[in-house]
């Protein structure tokens, strides 16, 4: 075989390599900008509703001890506003999203999750400041995307 063909062989796999290289770079650029973008749509529709559970818990909490299901519910309203967001969000406020659904569900057992039903008064008062400061988080997150 030539040695210019050889030449060309070398070089076309280094090729290769390179043009795998820059196809993963350009795959995980394309999923941030992905992210960014279902932040920047989602987020302030997203904080307005989870303000809004959050206000209807605090009005629920002052129920308590005579009907607990409303102020329940909203908890878990909430819950699946932060699930659906949680994906959404740069590492550090997934990270805070995170510890407030471990905190509103620990596990129990290995697999086994406590249910939010299970929750008293004080556990409900302290989740609601909590659940304040995450959505004063999230809403300067989303003054920080907007696109100005």
Do not use: C
Request: no cysteine.
């Amino acid at each position: 075989m030539p040695e210019w063909l050889s030449d060309i062989n070398i070089f076309g796999s280094v090729a290769s390599i390179i043009a795998l290289i820059v196809t993963i770079f350009l795959f995980i650029e394309a999923r941030s900008i992905r992210k960014s973008f279902l932040r920047t749509a989602r987020l302030p529709e997203l904080n307005k509703d989870l303000a809004k559970a959050a206000s209807e818990i605090s009005a629920h909490i002052k129920t308590w001890e005579s009907n607990k299901e409303p102020a329940l519910e909203k908890f878990s309203h909430a819950k699946a506003l932060l699930e659906n967001i949680r994906k959404k969000l740069p590492e550090d406020e997934r990270r805070m999203v995170e510890k407030y659904l471990t905190q509103l569900q620990p596990k129990r057992l290995l697999f086994k999750k406590r249910e939010i039903s299970d929750l008293d008064r004080d556990e409900a008062f302290q989740l609601y400041s909590e659940l304040n400061g995450l959505v004063t988080s999230l809403r300067e997150l989303a003054k920080d995307n907007t696109w100005n």
